[in-house]
């Protein structure tokens, strides 16, 4: 999959922290991968969907950037990613990618820059979200299938004492197989879940877009010299 260049804002604080730059610059990167991969997300979903994932994280995405706030306040940042996704994605995934940031956005409320720690009060938040607005748990071939592994990833990281960066790595990792697990799933939830037994053999479009948003994360750490 293509990956759209970085728009890095400002410089990597001390530590390893993550800035509100950096944030607006993981949101400008994750616009360009969707983009780069719509057509990508379009054909995932058109297998076992309503062939529209890819054209609808786009136009998200493009909307998202329409309104981005000058603002060092993450929660702000985020909250406004939300309601640009609720408002502009169709079908189902524009309350639950909504959600995902929405629930991201309400753990840093705040917050100028983020440690390891907040990232992972993050992923949770936004795991627990999805979780209940769409009903779904690990395993039913959904966007889930990625976020979950991810979260556990980075808490595990973390916990062996990792820094920030190397816990995206890992995330990133554990997003990007559980994504490809989703292929011999069958799909208990959504649209996809109509076909039954038909909807196994192919990769879940919200497992992959949701590795790609968090693999953009990671990449905006590492090209932000963590």
Not at 41 to 58: E, R, V, Y
Request: proline residues 2%.
């Amino acid at each position: 999959m293509d990956r759209a260049g970085l728009l890095l804002v400002g410089e990597w604080s001390e530590g390893t922290m993550l800035t509100s730059d950096h944030i607006t610059a993981w949101i400008n990167r994750t616009a360009g991968v969707l983009r780069d991969n719509r057509t990508c997300l379009t054909a995932l979903d058109s297998a076992i969907g309503d062939a529209d994932h890819g054209n609808n994280m786009d136009r998200g995405f493009k909307a998202v950037l329409e309104k981005l706030p000058d603002d060092r306040d993450i929660g702000v940042i985020l909250k406004a990613v939300a309601m640009a996704l609720i408002s502009r994605v169709g079908g189902a995934a524009g309350p639950l990618y909504g959600t995902m940031f929405l629930q991201a956005a309400k753990a840093l409320d705040g917050k100028t820059e983020l440690s390891a720690g907040d990232v992972e009060a993050m992923l949770k938040a936004s795991v627990d979200g999805v979780a209940i607005r769409g009903g779904a748990r690990a395993g039913e071939k959904t966007m889930l299938d990625s976020l979950i592994p991810a979260h556990e990833a980075f808490r595990e990281a973390r916990a062996g004492g990792a820094d920030l960066t190397a816990c995206l790595a890992a995330a990133a990792a554990a997003a990007e197989e559980g994504m490809k697990a989703t292929i011999p799933l069958i799909a208990t939830k959504g649209r996809a879940s109509y076909l039954g037994e038909r909807s196994r053999g192919h990769q879940d479009p919200g497992a992959t877009s949701s590795y790609l948003i968090i693999e953009a994360l990671h990449e905006t750490a590492v090209e932000a010299g963590a």
